[in-house]
């Protein structure tokens, strides 16, 4: 979305209601066609008990898998920084959905996610 010039877009979750919340005010004030990717997994559809659906969003931010940026008027930021990535496998793990995924298309899955997330970190998109 951003690059197609987008004033505002921004990723949210909803393990992390105050970023989502900042996001979403901060939207609200721009003029014209903003954007807001939210991330909210699926127990149904996913395959993992409802009372572990914080859990899994954060999660997919703490892995990479998720990063949670915004792009304001073309300037990137990142607004969580984990300290260390969890391994994506963890995150992989807590879901039925993953169940048939091999060992080696985890660890390409995993090495995708932190790749973008490094490329995020150096302000990249």
Known sequence: MAHHSVPYVATVSVAFPRDLSLKVKKAAAIRGFRYIHVNVPCPTGWGFPPDRTAEIARLAVESG?????????GQLALTHRPKTLK??????AAQERFRTV????????GADAVALYDKLSRGEW
Do not use: H
């Open 102 to 109: 091999k060992d080696a298309q985890a660890m390409e899955f």
């Open 65 to 73: 898998v998720w990063p949670l940026y915004e792009i304001d008027r």
């Open 87 to 92: 391994p994506v496998s963890a995150y992989l």
